[in-house]
T-cell receptor, first 115, second 113 residues
Framework: DQQVKQNSPSLSVQEGRISILNCDYT??????FLWYKKYPAEGPTFLIS?????DKNEDGRFTVFLNKSAKHLSLHIVPSQPGDSAVYFC??????????????FGKGTHLIIQP | NAGVTQTPKFRILKIGQSMTLQCTQD?????MYWYRQDPGMGLKLIYY???????DKGEVPNGYNVSRSTTEDFPLRLELAAPSQTSVYFC????????????FGPGTRLTVL
């Protein structure tokens, strides 16, 4: 049973436009959410995170929105650039057992930025 | 800082063989993790460690063993390799666990034939 779902395997966006990547979760114990970016043949790298006490977090061109009632979060990239082409993973964490547990990942969305 | 390093980058094993995937971090992080990523899937946690001498199972531990004798190293052992263990394996570390950013290594691509 997937606890973190990314229902779009791929997304194609024109350079300069907004990219919106979506993520849904089912486990109401999750209270911290992260986005990771992954290039081919590399490990994932951290992009941005949000705690469940907030509904928005911004970092430069990247903004994450959290809707707790809908158990939904989204990552907005504005403006999209060619270097943003990568696979984006949504991940979640619950503060149980001292927070030592690893992350629960979605399957990822392959973002393709077209020139 | 090299960050998180993993060796080897690629490996092909025959069914029933064993091997150890190496992971080293130079950031003095307490927490270390092993994940596997199957094609088209997200990463799944195999084992994690909260410090030297302390390890615990994740979501998919069967067929694997780990040890953590130092802060820096967290090797993953595969005994009796099976085709179902064909995957890309990522090691990660973080300073303070669940809330803290995890830093990932480049991965080891393992094929079991």
């Amino acid at each position: 049973d997937q606890q973190v779902k990314q229902n779009s395997p791929s997304l194609s966006v024109q350079e300069g436009r907004i990219s919106i990547l979506n993520c849904d979760y089912t486990n109401s114990m999750f209270d911290y959410f992260l986005w990771y970016k992954k290039y081919p043949a590399e490990g994932p790298t951290f992009l941005i995170s949000i705690s469940s006490i907030k509904d928005k977090n911004e970092d430069g061109r990247f903004t994450v929105f959290l809707n707790k009632s809908a158990k939904h979060l989204s990552l907005h990239i504005v403006p999209s650039q060619p270097g943003d082409s990568a696979v984006y993973f949504c991940a979640a964490s619950s503060y149980s057992g001292g927070g030592a547990d690893g992350l629960t990942f979605g399957k990822g969305t392959h973002l393709i930025i077209q020139p | 800082n090299a960050g998180v390093t993993q060796t080897p980058k690629f490996r092909i094993l025959k069914i029933g063989q064993s091997m150890t995937l190496q992971c080293t971090q130079d950031m003095n992080h307490n927490y270390m993790y092993w994940y596997r990523q199957d094609p088209g899937m997200g990463l799944k946690l195999i084992y994690y460690s909260v410090g030297a001498g302390i390890t615990d199972k994740g979501e998919v531990p069967n067929g694997y063993n780990v040890s953590r004798s130092t802060t820096e190293d967290f090797p993953l052992r595969l005994e009796l390799a099976a085709p179902s263990q064909t995957s890309v394996y990522f090691c990660a570390s973080s300073l303070a666990g669940g809330r803290d950013t995890q830093y990932f290594g480049p991965g080891t691509r393992l094929t079991v034939l």
